[in-house]
């Protein structure tokens, strides 16, 4: 397919594999969620960086307004490189090391999402001996199931992920009698690459019923984070390039029921950089096997980890050639079975040195990037 939406001019030059980020695709994305967040001025909206921490895609999404969510002491410092305001970045994580909790105090960071009594303790001590105080808020686990692949659920009893409901009313009263502990709010996520708005009704229907009992029982509960999760359409990334932040939004709108002037906090990653990123890479070779047909393309799981981790698809084009469609298994050259990007891949038939795109891969797959079997990282470009 050849595809009028690539530079290939510009790509013809570059040695592959590396990522091409569309920057315009972006910009429309961030101002489709500022708009759908706006609507509601008590909604602040925080990147998580996870997704994507490439430097100029942060800034970007630091200059457009949004705050930072963090999952270590590094995402920090390249959020406030980035030019991230401390107030706006929260810290979260199951297991905070002693350095990052210094640094994240040092640098004012607005908030902890703490996941345990014992995380709380060491909080509390590592701030009061600095003489700071920790803006916390608590991670709950709300045993809600969404449905997504299993390994990115998060919200379940049986996941590593926040404190569970018999011990939170223990923890919420720890929180406020602990030096150096400022208790700030609820913190929820319950998953990942979430398309059934139904799974976030469900989360909405757990938080009233448990601000509404922690109220009655004078707790006041803050603020509330209800995490990330919105999911991308992986299968028709130039239909839907922008995620549905309006139908997000509107959920959220309509099934919480908080107490008036309550902030939410929400931490969305994939919907924002998924669909703005594409990795570009190069047919080395075809080979016919016994019962295949291989294209064997020069970018591997190291490049992008999500198809050989979690068996996710991604669209895959070849944009260098009009041909008759064919069958092919998209492998990369990595020493490991589990390096396919797509078996039975219906591809304009590739030739070596053909350009192909493997789509949606602008969140969790730069990010992910890893160094095995010595190869560089990818490579970033961006128009
Ligand atoms: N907040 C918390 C506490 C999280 O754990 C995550 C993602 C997010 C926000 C952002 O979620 P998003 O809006 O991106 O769904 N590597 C996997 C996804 C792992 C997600 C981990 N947590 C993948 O490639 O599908």
């Known amino acids: 397919m050849l595809d009028g939406r690539f530079p290939l001019g510009s790509f013809m030059t570059r040695s592959t594999p590396f990522y091409y980020y ?31 921490f490439n430097p100029v895609i942060l800034r970007k999404i630091a200059r457009s307004g949004l705050g ?12 406030l490189e980035a030019g991230f305001r401390p107030s706006e970045i929260f810290f979260a994580g199951v297991g905070k090391s002693d350095w990052e909790i210094r640094l994240a105090l040092e640098k004012g960071i607005g908030r902890f999402n703490v996941e345990s009594a014992a995380e709380l303790e060491v909080i509390s001590g590592i701030a009061s001996g600095a003489g700071k105080v920790a803006p916390v ?14 390994n990115i659920t998060t919200g379940l009893a049986e996941n590593k992920f926040g404190i569970n409901y018999e011990q939170l009313d223990g923890v919420m009263r ?13 913190h929820f996520h319950i998953g990942s690459q979430i398309l059934d708005m139904m799974d976030f009704v469900a989360l909405c229907n757990r938080i009233n019923s448990l601000v509404e009992r922690l109220q009655t029982a004078g707790m006041p509960v803050g603020d509330i984070d209800v995490g990330g999760g919105l999911g991308v359409s992986y299968e028709h990334p130039d239909e839907l390039p922008v995620a549905d932040f309006k139908s997000y939004f509107d ?94 891949a219906v591809l304009n038939c590739c030739h070596r040195g053909d350009l192909i795109a493997i789509r949606s891969a602008g969140a969790y797959g730069e990010s992910m990037a890893s160094g095995y079997n010595c190869r560089p990282l990818p490579k970033a470009y961006f128009d």
Do not use: W
Request: glycine share 8%.
């Open 22 to 52: 569309d920057l315009s695709l972006l910009s429309r994305t961030l101002d489709t969620l500022l708009l759908e967040s706006a609507r509601n001025p008590d909604y602040k909206v925080h990147y998580a960086i996870k997704a994507n």
């Open 68 to 79: 930072a969510d963090c999952v270590s002491g590094g995402e920090i410092n390249a959020a």
């Open 137 to 150: 808020s608590l991670r709950v686990n709300p045993d809600i199931g969404a449905h997504t692949h299993a």
């Open 174 to 186: 720890l929180a406020h009698s602990l030096p150096g502990i400022e208790y700030r709010g609820l």
């Open 251 to 344: 959920t959220f709108r309509r099934h919480l029921r908080l107490p008036e002037g309550t902030v939410v906090h929400f931490e969305p990653g994939r919907s924002i950089v998924a669909q703005c990123g594409t990795l570009i890479t190069r047919v080395l070779y075809v080979k016919q096997g016994t019962t295949r047909r291989f294209a064997i393309v020069d970018a591997g799981m190291t490049d992008l980890i999500r198809p050989a981790l979690y068996k996710a698809f991604h669209r895959i084009q070849n944009l260098s050639s009009d041909g008759p469609e064919e069958v092919y298994d998209v492998v990369g050259p990595v020493c490991e079975s589990s390096d396919v990007f797509l078996k039975g």
